[in-house]
């Protein structure tokens, strides 16, 4: 099952998803997929699903009724699928190789009621670019842009539907400007600090498809860690379980 330079990597409760140094997840993942919470009637999509981690980290607690997985790497694709399978959830969780900027005929239009995605932070042309062209594609809006992922979260959404997204604090004007342009009015903001003492270095955003424009809910910010460097409290609580399979 496993590829060379591939390994298993513990979610918790059993879990298990395939990674590699050029497809892995970071703790940003972790965060929108606590953050989405999807309930268990939930027709989900996951937008550039990478190695399959969102999806994976749902099924530890509430699985979506379906999820939709779409990923345009091969071989990203590729570890999903296999992941997906080794948990026994390719009944429940659906993968495909495919543009999230082409996805009529394989995603029905106004079908989900969320929808989310861990986009590329860097606009094209800005920051030091990746030589390696999976890293290039992770990290820089050269596959899709904002705006993309804005149109094709709108055209899949039911009306009233979520749509969840991270990203830089930088980009909130360029979220919100997008979300509006295709219907999604923001409803649920959170920023995330490492510490107290530290500015905000990811915003977690939920807009919905359709809503009443205004009454943007700005939550309490998420601290990573403590004063002392310790993993704070409600950090430790949205690793949950797979905490606990790093301990091992």
């Not at 937008?47 to 509430?62: A, K, Q, Y």
């Not at 861990?118 to 042309?125: D, I, L, R, T, V």
């Amino acid at each position: 099952m496993l590829l060379e330079g591939e390994r298993l990597e513990p979610l918790g409760g059993g879990i298990e998803v395939i990674v590699s140094k050029r497809h892995i997840f970071w703790t940003d993942t972790v965060l929108l997929a606590d953050f989405a919470q999807p309930r268990k009637n939930d027709i989900a999509c996951d937008l550039g699903c990478g190695c399959g981690t969102i999806p994976l980290i749902w099924s530890r607690e509430v699985l979506p009724q379906s999820t939709l997985a779409v990923e345009i790497q091969k071989e990203a694709y590729d570890m999903a699928r296999r992941s997906f399978s080794h948990n026994a959830l390719e009944n429940r969780i659906t993968v495909v190789n495919g543009d999230l900027r082409r996805l009529e005929g394989i995603a029905p239009a106004g079908r989900f009621s969320l929808v989310v995605c861990n986009p590329p932070y860097k606009a094209e042309g800005t920051g030091i670019v990746n030589p390696d062209a999976s890293l290039k594609t992770a990290r820089h809006e050269g596959e899709c842009t904002l705006d993309d992922i804005a149109a094709c979260a709108s055209r899949l959404l039911q009306f009233g539907g979520r749509f969840c997204i991270c990203q830089r604090p930088e980009r909130l004007p360029d979220i919100t400007e997008v979300m509006r342009k295709y219907k999604i009015e923001p409803k649920r903001l959170r920023f995330v600090h490492l510490n107290a003492g530290r500015p905000p270095k990811l915003l977690l955003i939920e807009g919905r498809r359709g809503g009443k424009r205004g009454c943007l809910k700005v939550e309490a910010p998420l601290f990573l860690e403590n004063e002392d460097g310790s993993c704070s409290s409600e950090m430790l609580e949205i690793y949950g379980s797979f905490a606990d399979g790093h301990e091992k």
